[in-house]
């Protein structure tokens, strides 16, 4: 069984400062994907990045970059330049690539502050 | 549409009650999920259509729960004598066949009193 582990309940960080959110997984699959995804209060889920376990290079989308380190099993998210938009729960989720289900983390809440 | 839609957005029952939440995915998504989101938690699977084929019930909690989907359209979850502990967010999400991608619906909150 695919296991993911968010360690930091809560985070702040200062407008135009960076942040990084730390995930660990734990899966005996070889092949995989990885994704990050930000809950604001709307309930709404929406895909912040994806990473494919097979592609070495980090993925980064705009402000968005991920750290992926598969001997590890660890994938953090930097958010830079932080806007107060930016403030929600953040997910990490992992998905074996059979595309059956989505693991979740228990999510990490950042602040943005003035 | 445009994305995937949740019915009710906030349903209220009695403890002992049926409910029955609806999800309508975006269309020409073949694979669609529920999901339930407890509190200060993370999402957890319930179930899983894809096609015609069998769904994966291996997430349901319960006999209490069961979900439908007519084809590759909207889809019900239905849970049976509502307890305190069915309180939760319930989402749904649509897939496209061929990517990894899950698009989420805004969650139905049910509360049981």
């Known amino acids: 069984a695919q296991t993911v582990t968010q360690s930091q309940p809560e985070m702040s960080v200062q407008e135009a400062e960076t942040v990084t959110l730390s995930c660990t997984y734990d899966?005996?699959?070889?092949?995989?994907?990885l994704f990050w995804y930000k809950q604001p209060p709307s309930r709404q889920m929406i895909l912040v990045i994806r990473q494919e376990a097979y592609k070495q290079q980090n993925a980064t989308e705009n402000r968005f970059s991920v750290n992926f380190q598969k001997a590890a099993k660890s994938f953090s998210l930097k958010i830079s330049d932080s806007q107060l938009g930016d403030a929600a729960m953040y997910f990490c989720a992992f998905d074996t690539g059979t595309a059956s289900k989505l693991t979740f983390g228990t999510g990490t809440r950042l602040q943005v502050t003035l | 549409g445009a994305g995937v839609s949740q019915s009710p957005s906030n349903k209220v029952t009695e403890k002992g009650k049926d409910v029955e939440l609806r999800c309508d995915p975006i269309s020409g998504h073949t694979a669609l999920y529920w999901y339930r989101q407890r509190l200060g938690q993370g999402l957890e699977f319930l179930i899983y259509?894809?096609?015609?084929?069998?769904?994966?019930k291996s997430g349901l909690p319960s006999d209490r729960f069961s979900a439908e989907r007519t084809g590759e359209s909207v889809s019900t979850l239905t849970i049976q004598r509502t307890q305190q502990e069915d309180s939760a967010v319930y989402l749904c999400?649509?897939?496209?066949?061929?990517?990894?991608?899950?698009?989420f619906g805004p969650g139905t909150r049910l509360t049981v009193l």
């Open positions: 259509f894809q096609g015609n084929s069998a769904p994966d």
């Open positions: 899966t005996s699959e070889s092949d995989y994907y």
């Open positions: 999400a649509s897939r496209q066949q061929g990517y990894n991608e899950q698009f």
